[in-house]
């Protein structure tokens, strides 16, 4: 159908500087944790403007010593949202506790009216994410959870160079979230390949999490060896083994330093997309935030299914076709086989507007390298699928006859 060469839905912007750290660090002698990896949190400390920031092997890990942390567990209930990864779900889970789903508004993000609903006296936690970037409207969760005496754990997943208001997500000033967890998996906006962080303002629960992410150890390798080549240690709690490598930090620093240069690309290519997209009604763009700073971490473009003939999966083939790599984020929580028995038939995790948008949403390719000219190639390609199936209109008509004669 087109010349044009493949546009791949994620690109890594991996340079020379994180080759040659990587390098650098595997001929120093210390692979693990380490001075790299301590210098990465106190850089993601200083860029965040979080008090403390602690490095682990995923956002996964982030979520589990943060719900943890707070001491939260079996008799529990967890409020998030069903349109996110399961890991989200999943953390709830491995503490005990019971996750309940509030549903989500036009934007994708969770609806603080609905959270409002699902408030009960088991209720200990909410956990926001910011999805696609897209800062969540916190300043309605921080009213619901001082009301109700309820801890905020933020899944920042998407979100290393979200700003929510005018401050990035954890920062000192001005969250008053328990903690913020970021991802470094391979296509988040910034990568150690794997890895995440979380961050606090609150000291005794940065340490009650550094040692549950290592073994429940008072304190680590490296801070033994570095002290004065100490070789005790203690066992407080049986933690678990979730430290970032040194390898991994060593791409992170330099990632770090490149993250406000990602995220301005990833602006401008977004600010295309929703430019050229505006030429065409049977869509409508990703949304943007007034309140905050959008780290473009997804575009999701919003199909209109009824001025279409073909469902999204079909829409999806279409651009396949045409060479364009696209994903969709999420699958909701409720159609996974596994979270059924928490959700079905419950009224407390009715989440029509998540369900109705799953079916319409498209995430497009978005990453710093991509070109302006890729940008118009996609945008040009879901014009020429809308075009084969507008609904009712001739050209759109005849395709499908000459589609139904032809099978
Ligand atoms: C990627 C992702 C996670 C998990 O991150 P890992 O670092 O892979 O554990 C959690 N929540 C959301 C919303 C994500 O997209």
């Not at 309820?150 to 997500?169: I, K, M, N, P, Q």
Request: charged share 20%.
């Amino acid at each position: 159908m087109t010349n044009h060469p493949y546009v791949p839905f994620h690109r890594p912007s991996i340079g020379e500087e994180e080759i040659q750290e990587v390098v650098a660090t595997l001929r120093s002698g210390w692979l693990t944790t380490g001075p790299r990896t301590h210098q990465f949190e106190a850089d993601f400390q200083a860029y965040s403007g979080a008090r403390h920031a602690l490095a682990v092997n995923s956002c996964t890990a982030a979520l589990h010593i943060a719900l943890a942390g707070l001491g939260i567990g079996p008799g529990d209930e967890v409020i998030t949202t069903p349109l996110t990864f399961c890991a989200t779900v999943n953390t709830i889970i491995h503490v005990g506790a019971t996750p309940v789903l509030a549903d989500v508004g036009p934007d994708g993000n969770i609806d603080p009216h609905s959270i409002e609903t699902r408030i009960t006296s088991r209720t200990r936690a909410i956990i926001p994410v910011h999805y696609g970037g897209l800062p969540c409207d916190m300043d309605a969760i921080y009213r619901l959870a001082e009301q109700h005496n309820l801890r905020v754990v933020e899944d920042a997943a998407h979100a290393a160079g979200t700003h929510y208001r005018d401050a990035h997500l954890g920062a000192e000033h001005a969250s008053r979230s328990d903690a913020v967890a970021f991802s470094f998996y391979a296509t988040k906006n910034l990568t150690t390949a794997e890895g995440g962080m979380v961050t606090t303002n609150d000291p005794a629960l940065h340490e009650v999490m550094r040692r549950l992410a290592l073994h429940g150890i008072s304190k680590d390798a490296w801070n033994r060896y570095a002290a004065n080549g100490k070789w005790h240690y203690t066992v407080q709690e049986p933690g678990f083994k979730y430290n970032l490598s040194d390898l991994q930090s060593a791409v992170g620093i330099h990632q770090l330093r490149k993250l406000e240069s990602f995220t301005a690309a990833r602006a401008r290519l977004a600010a295309l997309y929703t430019e050229l997209l505006g030429d065409i009604e049977e869509v409508s763009p990703s949304p943007d935030t007034l309140c905050g700073r959008n780290a473009w971490h997804l575009y999701v473009l919003r199909l209109h299914l009824n001025e279409l003939s073909i469902d999204r999966d079909a829409f999806i083939e279409e651009l396949r076709l045409r060479g364009i790599g696209v994903s969709v984020h999420f699958i909701p929580i409720p159609l996974h086989p596994f979270f059924q028995p928490w959700t079905n038939g419950s009224h407390h995790h009715h989440c029509p507007v998540a369900m109705s948008l799953y079916h319409r949403i498209i995430s497009l390719p978005l990453f710093p390298q991509l070109t302006v000219e890729e940008v118009h190639h996609v945008v040009n390609s879901i014009k020429s699928v809308v075009a084969a199936h507008r609904r009712h209109s001739v050209h759109g008509v005849l395709l499908e006859r000459a589609a139904r004669a032809a099978s």
